[in-house]
T-cell receptor, first 113, second 113 residues
Framework: SAVISQKPSRDICQRGTSLTIQCQVD?????MFWYRQQPGQSLTLIAT?????????ESGFVIDKFPISRPNLTFSTLTVSNMSPEDSSIYLC??????????FGPGTRLLVL | QKEVEQNSGPLSVPEGAIASLNCTYS??????FFWYRQYSGKSPELIMS??SNGDKEDGRFTAQLNKASQYVSLLIRDSQPSDSATYLC?????????????WGAGTKLIIKP
């Protein structure tokens, strides 16, 4: 597996502001994904972060709201833009080293007031 | 729409007994199946992966796959209170080159001392 870190681990933000979440891996990985998990719910895939190109977004998620960068094979950022209380959630990055097995970072807990 | 179904629980099992967690999936050509454990407030961690019909054992955990019935299960022997968590079943999108997984909603397991 890989060591995956996320920053920040948690934050409280005001509505209308933006927050950028960082995901750092200690080795080069094939794929990086961003998920959202709301309390008591399962994982919802936001997008696949593609190295050197635009992210691939899932239905219901758009680049203007969730811009993603992946400048290299070990790092990605997810920005939650123009936040509202509905964006309060846990945001998780995951990576694959080989095939489909995904390993998760510790998550970022976001509360929007 | 491709789906993964799990009983949300909670499933209550006495300490020392066998806990049986079940998952069904809709995509007949899926090839890779995963069980993750998620403690409250933590990110998912991989327990088992299984790719072939039959049983795969790892310590107290056994994954069982039946592709004909589109069914995958996880057995936990000698259940311990530390096994209390939500267990997520994940299945690959067959033929998907982006390594995405489809996630079940999770089963909450409670081991009673």
């Amino acid at each position: 597996s890989a060591v995956i870190s996320q920053k920040p681990s948690r934050d409280i933000c005001q509505r209308g502001t933006s927050l950028t979440i960082q995901c750092q891996v200690d080795s080069q990985v094939t794929m990086m994904f961003w998920y959202r998990q709301q309390p008591g719910q399962s994982l919802t895939l936001i997008a696949t972060a593609n190295q050197g190109s635009e992210a691939t977004y899932e239905s219901g998620f758009v680049i203007d709201k969730f811009p993603i960068s992946r400048p290299n094979l070990t790092f990605s950022t997810l920005t939650v833009s123009n936040m509202s209380p509905e964006d309060s959630s846990i945001y998780l990055c995951s990576v694959t080293l080989d095939a489909e097995t995904q390993y998760f970072g510790p998550g970022t807990r976001l509360l929007v007031l | 729409q491709k789906e993964v179904e799990q009983n949300s629980g909670p499933l209550s099992v006495p300490e020392g007994a066998i806990a049986s967690l079940n998952c069904t999936y809709s995509d007949r050509v899926s090839q890779s199946f995963f069980w993750y454990r998620q403690y409250s407030g933590k990110s998912p961690e991989l327990i088992m992966s299984i790719y072939s019909n039959g049983d795969k054992e790892d310590g107290r955990f056994t994954a069982q796959l039946n592709k004909a019935s589109q069914y995958v299960s996880l057995l936990i022997r000698d259940s311990q209170p530390s096994d209390s968590a939500t267990y997520l079943c994940a299945v690959n999108l067959a033929g998907d080159s982006n390594y995405q997984l489809i996630w079940g909603a999770g089963t909450k397991l409670i081991i009673k001392p």
